[in-house]
T-cell receptor
Framework: ELKVEQNPLFLSMQEGKNYTIYCNYS?????LYWYRQDPGKSLESLFV?????AVKQEGRLMASLDTKARLSTLHITAAVHDLSATYFC????????????FGKGTHLIIQP | DTGVSQNPRHKITKRGQNVTFRCDPI?????LYWYRQTLGQGPEFLTY????????KSRLLSDRFSAERPKGSFSTLEIQRTEQGDSAMYLC??????????FGDGTRLSIL
């Protein structure tokens, strides 16, 4: 059974600081997603990482994938309050179009 | 782009009653997914359709749950004889090919 673990699960940080969220998964996959969820809202796709060594950046967020280590990271640079949300990583174990396995999410609070 | 639409947004029912939710995917998407999300957890995969064919069902989908996508467009998820533990947010997502899944706003089910 595929397991996806995120850490930390809760993170409170100040604006302007940098931090990294980690996502480990237990079986082979070369397809990993990062989603953002605001309270009471649905999930918004942030990044799709499709191969070992993939790196994607959008604004203050950068995601990377190491399939050999079964590890993805989401790095936040110079955090701003608007980035406060819950961030999920999700893994597609078969590399196809089956259901995703999500981590528990990282609840991120960025304080002014 | 109207996005994935789910109805109703919130359903309150008494234990033992049947409920049905509807999902309208993005029109050109041939794949449709149902997930369940409880408070503080990531979404859990329930089932997946490609066009009208239901191709995968999670072990979470008990006999009381049934999903259909009769014409390969909208989908319904029915829960019979609801139980307290069915209280959750039910999320629908759609995708085209191997593109990221786009999520709807969900239906929040509350069992009294």
């Amino acid at each position: 059974e595929l397991k996806v673990e995120q850490n930390p699960l809760f993170l409170s940080m100040q604006e302007g600081k940098n931090y990294t969220i980690y996502c480990n998964y237990s079986t082979t996959s070369d397809r990993l997603y990062w989603y953002r969820q605001d309270p009471g809202k649905s999930l918004e796709s942030l990044f799709v990482l499709l191969s070992n060594g993939a790196v994607k950046q959008e604004g203050r967020l950068m995601a990377s994938l190491d399939t050999k280590a079964r590890l993805s990271t989401l790095h936040i640079t110079a955090a701003v309050h608007d980035l406060s949300a819950t961030y999920f990583c999700a893994v597609d174990p078969l590399g196809g179009a089956d259901g995703l396995t999500f981590g528990k999410g990282t609840h991120l609070i960025i304080q002014p | 782009d109207t996005g994935v639409s789910q109805n109703p947004r919130h359903k309150i029912t008494k234990r033992g009653q049947n409920v049905t939710f509807r999902c309208d995917p993005i029109s050109e998407h041939n794949r449709l997914y149902w997930y369940r999300q409880t408070l503080g957890q990531g979404p859990e995969f329930l089932t997946y359709f490609q066009n009208e064919a239901q191709l995968e069902k999670s072990r979470l989908l008990s006999d009381r749950f049934s999903a259909e996508r009769p014409k390969g467009s909208f989908s319904t998820l029915e829960i019979q004889r609801t139980e307290q533990g069915d209280s959750a947010m039910y999320l629908c997502a759609s995708s085209e090919g191997n593109q990221p899944q786009h999520f709807g706003d969900g239906t929040r089910l509350s069992i009294l």
